[in-house]
């Protein structure tokens, strides 16, 4: 390989402007014994990249799937709110009308209470009726 050509694809090497063809003669003239001196401080690079393309990984790869809590998590906080949501308002509704049922009660007494004092009070009438009927017929 001559050293002007190899020089040029050097410089569009550098530039990332060459072809897989032109990288692959780089490899290749860097692979050699024989380098030029002022072009020596590029052989680790080209060797090392000579020697990493024929890496393999070779560990076994777990392909157990995984779950994600976090997304069950967040679906399991919504269900919880959703119910406490519905059976809360259902609760409070039932509380309001525990409250009004005891509110109603307390005013059915009362109302009783003065119902049993007015009754009371029309037996006074019947008196004052009879007392009144007796002193017209006398008359």
């Known amino acids: ?18 072809t897989v063809a032109e990288e692959g003669t780089l490899r ?3 692979a050699q014994d024989s380098v030029a001196p002022h072009l020596e401080q590029y052989r680790p690079m080209f060797n090392y990249f000579s020697i990493a393309k ?16 976090y997304k069950w ?10 119910f406490g949501l519905y059976f ?5 509704e039932r509380k ?5 049922y005891q509110e109603t009660k307390k005013a059915f007494e009362l109302l009783a209470e003065n119902f049993g004092r007015g009754t009371e009070k029309v037996a006074y009438l019947k008196e004052f ?9 006398n008359n």
């Open 1 to 18: 390989m001559e050293l002007g050509n190899i020089e040029k694809i050097l410089e569009k090497y550098f530039e990332a402007s060459t």
């Open 28 to 30: 290749e003239y860097f």
């Open 54 to 69: 024929e890496e393999k990984y070779t560990k076994q790869v777990p392909l157990k799937p995984r779950v994600n809590y």
């Open 73 to 82: 998590l967040s679906v399991a906080a919504a269900v919880v709110l959703t």
């Open 88 to 92: 809360g308002k259902e609760y409070q």
């Open 96 to 100: 309001q009308a525990e409250y009004a």
């Open 129 to 137: 009726d009879q007392a009144k009927e007796k002193i017209y017929n």
